[in-house]
């Protein structure tokens, strides 16, 4: 795949320079863009939480916010289940076939993912964007003109700090990626008790960034989504196709949004698609994700039986 010239990283650890994209052309969507009931949207990955990991650790706020949030603990993510490709098709639309990422640590001479992702269409809309993550191998994800801050910090203390003075500047999309679960899940094994504590830790994070939303009151315009890249298995792997890997909890909480377990299948991919459509963004034709309508009381999109990137690798 071409490559594209990599930021460096201390430039990509503090604000991009302002950049004005090319607006999207008409081929890019799919359909019609709807009109926008979300001012932004903040997408929260737990990286490696398996949907029975919530109550297990417990992660009592995140338990709580499930109560009037429209959730799934049945969602999939891509093969490979590992970080880097399956946060790429979170935030994409993309299977990998499409989006071409496929290895899983940071190669800069690898350039981008390839296609159109969430960020590139809110930053051409206008949106101010944002990257907080654990990892510095999700600097692939998006193009560095479509982000105005990328910043990566391997704490999640300090991740939940930076979240919070960024949702104090206000935002269109966030992205914030807690990374410590996973690592010491390969450390310690999934599911062991020094898992656990990690998740519990990245709650009270999630508290900090809920309790900001509310003082800078947003939280009554800001669609949420909560999820993880993949799961694991106990003895502290993941990559395959076991339930176990590719099993990851998604939950929706905002504008618009009807409490209760969803129905109908969710993929990982559906993350960008449903915060396109909560912002009122165009969808482009390439993405492989559909909006979780269900989650507003609206009938599903068609779609095809299965694991949509099954299908077309």
């Known amino acids: 795949m071409p490559a594209q010239t990599a930021t460096p990283p201390e430039v990509r650890a503090s604000e991009a320079p302002s950049v004005t994209p090319a607006p999207p052309t008409a081929t890019e969507t799919v359909t019609p863009t709807p009109r926008p009931f979300a001012s932004r949207v903040l997408i929260v990955s ?53 989006h071409a990422t496929y290895w899983d640590d940071y190669v800069p001479e690898n350039g981008i993912a390839l296609g159109t992702d969430l960020f590139d269409s809110a930053r051409a809309a206008g949106l101010r964007t944002v990257m907080i993550v654990g990892k510095e191998k999700l600097w692939h994800v998006t193009a560095a003109e479509s982000l105005d801050v990328f910043i990566v910090n391997a704490n999640d203390e300090a991740i939940g700090n930076l979240a919070e003075i960024e949702i104090q500047k206000d935002f269109g999309v966030m992205f914030v990626h807690f990374p410590t679960g996973d690592v010491l899940g390969h450390e310690w094994s999934w599911m062991g008790a020094v898992q656990m504590s990690a998740y519990r830790a990245e709650d009270r994070e999630l508290a900090k960034m809920l309790a900001a939303l509310d003082a800078a009151g947003l939280r009554s315009s800001t669609l949420i989504i909560l999820t993880a890249d993949h799961g694991g298995v106990i003895g502290g792997s993941h990559g395959g196709n076991l339930p176990e890997e590719l099993t990851i909890p998604w939950i929706l909480s905002g504008p618009g949004v009807i409490p209760g377990p969803l129905t109908s299948f969710v993929h990982t991919t559906d993350t960008a698609a449903t915060a396109s459509y909560a912002l009122g963004l165009p969808r482009p034709a390439e993405w492989d994700g559909i909006p979780v309508l269900e989650a507003f009381g609206l009938p599903s999109p068609p779609r095809l039986p299965g694991d949509p990137c099954r299908q077309t690798r």
Request: charged content about 15%; glycine content about 4%.
């Open 46 to 98: 737990f990286d490696g939480l398996r949907p029975d990991a919530i109550e297990k650790a417990p992660m009592t706020n995140l338990l709580t916010l499930m109560e009037s949030s429209a959730y799934s603990l049945t969602a999939q993510t891509v093969l490979p289940s590992t970080t880097l490709p399956a946060h790429t098709s979170m935030l994409s639309g993309l299977c990998p076939a499409k």
